[in-house]
C-alpha cells in the first residue's frame, strides 16, 4: 500500500528539530515546507533585522534539514511563482504535490492561524510542544477566575518542571519569587561583558541584500545584524551568556545604562521564540548552574521566571482572549503615536536611548520597554493599537503571541486590568533611579511644572487625575492617590497645566 504522501508545513518561528509536526516525518513520502511570504513580512512595518533574521535562520533550517536526507520545498521571497502569502502557498503546494495530508503546528499569532483555517485546506493541527503548558491547560488553569495573577500561574509551572524544588515540593530558598533582589542600578565600575557577535556568512549576506530591497521603507537599521541564524550560533550565544552574563543578571536585570543596550541580558529571546533554542534546556542549564554553586538563587530563580512564569502565562492569556483582547482599550486612548518613535529624535534622553538602540539593534531588554517607551506611551495616552504595532515591527523578538499581551495589557493596561493588577505608570524619578539617563538629559529630573522640567513628571501626574475615577478605586493605587490629595491645589493645577501643554504639543506633531 502507498504511503500517504504529507506535506508538512514550517514557518519562520518554528525552526525547532523536534517540532511536534516534523514528528513521524517519512523521508520517503513526506515533504516539508517553508516559505518566505511578502503578506508576513509587510503586515506591519518590521525592522529590516527582524526579516533577516527569520529568512536566513529559515534557509539555514531547510539546508540542515536536507543534510538529514529530509525533502525540503523552499520558497524564497522573490520566487517569481510565490503568490506572497502563507494560505495561499499551501493551497499551490497542495495542488502540486497531490498532498492526502497536510501538517501544521499551531501559529504563534491568531490572525494567521485564523487564515490557514479559512483557507479551506483540511489541516491536521499538532500542539506546540516547544511550550510548558498547552493552551487547553492554561484554559483550564483559567477557568473561573474573575483575575489572572501570573505568581499563581507561575508556581503550577514549577511544580510541573520540577525546578528548583526541595524533595517536598517545597520551593529552594523558601520563597517562590526573588524579585525584590533583582532591582538594582548599575554601581559605578561595573561593566558589562562586550556582546557576543555574529559575523554574517554568505546566506545571511544574500537575505540582507534581499530585505535591502524590498523593505527600504521600514525603520531601523540593517547594517548592524550580528544575530545568530544557526542552531548551533545560538547555542553559542547562549552559552556565552551563561559564561559571563548569568552571574550578575540576577542583580542588574532592571538596571539601565546610557550607550549599554545590552547589559548582562541573555538576548536570547528572539532566537527561542524561532525555535533555535529549546526552553527546557535552557531552564535545565540556569537550575544546574545554580545547583553546581556558580550563581545565586535571585539569578536562577529570576530566569526561570521569565521563562516559565511570564513567557508562558503572557501566552496562555493570548490565546485565551483573542481575537477581541486586541481590541481592548480601557482608558479609551485616541492620540496616535508621536514620530519620534520612529526616529529616536526627542530630547528626553531615556527615550532617544531606547528607541535609538532599538532601531540600531531591534532590541531593547524588558524594563526598557515597559518603563520608557511603554511607560510614556501609557502616560501620553497612545491609542493602544499604534503602540502595539510599533512593539511588533520593532523588536527582533515581536511574535505577536507575546507582543500583545506585554504591551496592550501588561504597557498599556488596555485589557481592564486582565493580566496586571494596576499599570505600571511611573514618574521620572524611576528612570533616574535605574538608569544614568537623567545625567545626559536636556531636561531636569527634580522639575515638574518648569520649561525645563521631566516631561514624565507632569504627564505621570496627568494620568492619575484623568484616570482618577477609574484607578482611585485599586488598592495598589491608594498611596499614590494620598499623594496626590495631599499636595497643593495650584501645585496640582501646574502639573495639568504642563502636562496639557505636552499633550497638545504631541498633538500638533512636535516633538519635545
Ligand atoms: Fe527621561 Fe526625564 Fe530623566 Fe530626561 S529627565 S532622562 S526625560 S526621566
Known amino acids: 500500500m502507498k504511503n500517504a504522501n504529507r506535506l508538512r508545513l514550517i514557518l519562520g ?33 518590521h525592522h529590516p533585522q527582524k526579516i533577516t533574521l527569520i529568512f536566513s535562520a529559515m534557509r539555514h533550517f531547510a539546508e540542515a534539514l536536507q543534510q538529514r536526507g529530509i525533502p525540503v520545498q523552499y520558497v524564497a521571497l522573490d520566487d517569481p511563482d510565490n503568490t506572497g502569502s ?13 498532498a492526502d495530508e497536510i501538517h501544521v503546528t499551531e501559529c504563534g499569532d491568531w490572525r494567521l492561524e485564523q487564515s490557514i483555517k479559512d483557507c479551506g485546506l483540511d489541516i491536521k493541527w499538532h500542539c506546540d510542544s516547544r ?36 524533595g517536598d515540593g517545597s520551593p529552594v530558598g523558601g520563597a517562590w519569587n526573588f524579585d525584590a533582589e533583582n532591582r538594582k542600578a548599575l554601581p559605578k565600575g561595573v561593566r558589562p561583558p562586550s556582546p557576543a557577535r555574529f559575523t554574517p556568512d554568505p546566506i545571511t549576506q544574500e537575505v540582507m541584500a534581499l530585505v535591502a530591497k524590498h523593505f527600504a521603507s521600514h525603520y531601523g537599521s540593517l547594517d548592524a545584524f550580528d ?77 526561570i521566571r521569565q521563562l516559565i512564569g511570564w513567557r508562558e502565562y503572557v501566552r496562555g492569556v493570548y490565546w485565551l482572549k483573542m481575537p477581541d483582547y486586541a481590541d481592548g482599550n480601557g482608558f479609551g486612548n485616541t492620540r496616535a503615536l508621536p514620530a ?48 502595539c504595532e510599533w512593539y511588533l515591527a520593532i523588536y527582533m523578538d515581536a511574535f505577536d503571541w507575546v507582543e500583545l499581551p506585554n504591551t496592550l495589557g501588561m504597557v498599556m493596561h488596555a485589557d481592564g486590568g486582565y493580566l496586571g493588577s494596576k499599570p505600571y505608570c511611573a514618574s521620572g524619578q524611576y528612570i533616574k533611579r ?62 495639568w497645566q504642563r502636562g496639557e501643554w505636552l499633550l497638545d504639543k504631541l498633538d500638533a506633531g512636535e516633538s519635545f
Open 227 to 303: 544575530y545568530p541564524v544557526t542552531h548551533a550560533d545560538a547555542q553559542a550565544l547562549w552559552e556565552y551568556f551563561l559564561d559571563w552574563g548569568l552571574a550578575a543578571f540576577g542583580d542588574y536585570q532592571d538596571a539601565m545604562a546610557s550607550d549599554e543596550p545590552f547589559l548582562f541580558h541573555a538576548r536570547i529571546s528572539a532566537a527561542l521564540n524561532i525555535g533555535l533554542l529549546d526552553l527546557r534546556q535552557l531552564c535545565s542549564d540556569v537550575a544546574s548552574a545554580y545547583e553546581s554553586g556558580s550563581i545565586a538563587l535571585n539569578a536562577a530563580e529570576g530566569f
Open 434 to 495: 535605574m538608569s544614568d539617563y537623567c545625567r545626559g538629559c536636556a531636561y531636569k529630573v527634580s522639575e515638574s511644572t518648569t520649561d525645563d522640567a521631566c516631561p514624565f513628571n507632569s504627564l505621570y501626574w496627568h494620568f492619575l487625575m484623568r484616570h482618577g475615577d477609574r484607578l482611585r478605586g485599586n488598592q495598589r493605587m491608594s498611596m499614590i492617590y494620598k499623594n496626590l490629595d495631599r499636595m497643593a491645589e495650584a501645585k496640582q493645577q501646574a502639573l
Open 13 to 45: 518561528d518554528q525552526l525547532s528539530f523536534d517540532l511536534a509536526s516534523l514528528q513521524g516525518l517519512d523521508a520517503q513520502s513526506d515533504t516539508v515546507l517553508l516559505v518566505e511570504v511578502m503578506e508576513e513580512a509587510s503586515h506591519v512595518p
Open 340 to 387: 519620534f518613535y520612529w526616529t529616536g529624535e526627542t530630547q528626553m534622553n531615556c527615550m532617544r536611548q531606547a528607541i535609538s538602540q532599538s532601531l540600531e539593534h531591534a532590541y531593547a531588554h524588558h524594563i526598557q520597554r515597559l518603563m520608557v517607551t511603554g511607560n510614556f506611551a501609557l502616560l501620553a495616552g497612545i491609542a493602544p493599537s499604534q503602540i
Open 86 to 98: 502563507v494560505p495561499s502557498e499551501l493551497q499551490r503546494w497542495q495542488a502540486l504535490m497531490h
Open 131 to 166: 511550550f510548558l503548558c498547552t493552551r487547553t491547560e492554561f484554559a483550564n488553569w483559567a477557568h473561573g477566575k474573575k483575575q489572572l495573577r501570573m505568581e499563581f500561574f507561575y508556581r503550577e509551572m514549577r511544580r510541573k518542571s520540577g525546578l528548583l524544588l526541595n
